[in-house]
């Protein structure tokens, strides 16, 4: 089929992407012409494992291209997906400018039916007033189909996520849409859910808050585990075994971030709150959350008591890991929690570095993770990234002041990291 995707960030990207390596015609459209200009000259603006490869493959292959013209993609193409941020308002609440404004291109840019398929988080019932956009902005008056097709990917395994997901939700209001988007999905072998437009939007929200509810929740669990003397990672295997519980996203730690789950927790604790809803719970979610992150940084503090003039060896800057996304990190917020308490860093991510400098300045960034605890008075791992695990940690203990290891994703054993006379802390363990 064509089809055109508007927005290339991570999900327009990395959407587009995997549409045309299952035999589609793709159109990536993004109104910075920049970055169109880097996507036709084969570079990737964004660090997405395989993702480099099949952009490549695809391109060759003359079924994935590249424009900075809305009209292009909408006039060669028979269904078009929005897929432009919806970023967080000070009140919480989503800004839908970029998706009114796409909705308005694409409607003046119409002159024959067209599937418009929304793939950005947007809150319950935008479907409607996207319809009524274009209806508005379409001069040509030609037929349309809105429809909601929420995205599941995570970045890092967004490839992955999307070449084989869980399941496929396509929320319509009529019929007409329905064969070619099933058409669309087939090649992907997923079970395709086919809902109202408003419960499809609502899917969205609904997913990613229940999953950092099931983060705040073993965080939670952690807080007790530690005043208990019980193991976090014993009781999260021994609940995570049961079926109806599932062992996934419950990794105690520092707490989530990343651009989707504090955003769309706050939004959807919005959308609550207009239709009626007092969502209190989210709101703990939330509350949680944030706590996680005071206890660890307490436990630093109880730890090295003053921080003024120490130095800490930090790993990790990336909101998780196999990104380089830093957006609304818990690394970086640790970091600047350290900085603001008088501690001097030294930093590393695998990935993040760049990124990380624009909102992190006045840090050492060093290159090599087995580097950074060299002059330093203890060492803190802030992001999961496999690799840390294989942390030299003899060099590492050679480098510090004293042998100490704040570990805010439990990466490593506290019975082995006792043996090798390290003050090791972790979470709830
Ligand atoms: C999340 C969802 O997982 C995707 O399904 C969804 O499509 C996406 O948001 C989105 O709305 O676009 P993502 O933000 O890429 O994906 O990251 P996750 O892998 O979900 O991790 C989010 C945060 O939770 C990270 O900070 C991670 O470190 C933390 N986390 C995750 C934990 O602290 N513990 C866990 O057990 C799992």
């Known amino acids: 089929m064509k089809l055109t995707i508007i927005g290339t960030g991570y999900v327009g990207l990395v959407t587009g992407t995997c549409f045309a390596e299952v035999g589609h015609h793709v159109i990536c459209v993004d109104n910075d012409a920049a970055k169109v200009k880097v996507l036709q000259a084969g570079g990737i603006p964004i660090y997405e494992p395989g993702l480099e ?27 078009v997906f929005i897929a432009v941020p919806t970023p967080p308002q000070s009140d919480g609440s989503v800004d839908l400018s970029y998706i009114e404004k796409v909705a308005r291109e694409i409607a003046a840019a119409m002159t024959s039916y067209k599937i418009v398929v929304d793939k950005s988080t947007v809150p319950v019932k935008t479907g409607e007033k996207v319809t009524e956009t274009i209806k508005r902005y379409c001069a ?70 229940f999953l950092a509810l099931k983060i705040s929740y073993i965080n939670a669990i952690a807080t007790i585990c530690e005043a208990a003397g019980a193991n976090v990672q014993e009781v999260a295997q021994g609940i995570g075994l049961d079926e109806r519980i599932g062992r996934r996203f419950l ?53 090295l008591w003053v921080l003024k003039d120490k130095t800490l060896g930090v790993l990790g800057l990336a909101f998780k890991q196999n990104t380089d996304d830093v957006r609304s990190s818990p690394a970086i917020d640790l970091c600047h929690r350290l900085l603001k308490d008088g501690a001097t860093l030294r930093v590393h991510d695998p990935k993040a570095m760049e990124k990380a400098r624009a909102i992190l300045p006045g840090v050492t960034y060093v290159d090599d993770m087995n580097a950074v605890a060299e002059g330093c008075d203890a060492l803190v791992i802030a992001t999961e990234w496999d690799e840390f695990k294989q942390l030299d940690l003899a060099r590492a203990k050679k480098g510090l002041t004293h042998p100490i ?3 805010g994703r439990n990466l490593f054993d506290p019975a082995e990291m006792e043996k090798l006379d390290w003050i090791y802390k972790s979470v709830g363990r």
Not at 53 to 79: I, P
């Open 53 to 79: 490869e099949l952009v490549k493959k695809n391109v060759a292959a003359g079924r994935l291209r590249f424009t900075a013209s809305t009209a292009d993609g909408v006039q060669n193409s028979d269904v």
């Open 140 to 209: 040509a008056k030609v037929e349309f189909d809105v429809i909601s097709n929420p995205e599941f990917l995570r970045e890092g395994f967004a490839v992955g996520d999307l070449m084989k997901p869980d399941r496929v939700v396509i929320g319509v209001g009529s019929q007409r849409p329905v064969a070619a988007m099933q058409e669309i999905y087939t090649p992907f072998n997923a079970p395709i859910i086919i809902t109202d437009i408003n419960s499809a939007e609502l899917i969205k929200h609904a997913a990613n808050s």
């Open 251 to 303: 990794n105690a730690g520092l707490g989530f971030g990343g651009s989707c789950f504090p955003k769309d927790l706050s939004a959807f604790i919005k959308i609550s709150e207009q239709v009626g809803y007092d969502f209190k719970l989210l709101k703990e979610v939330q509350r949680i959350n944030a706590d996680q992150m005071e206890r660890f940084v307490k436990k630093i503090t109880d730890t």
């Open 405 to 407: 290891l704040f570990d």
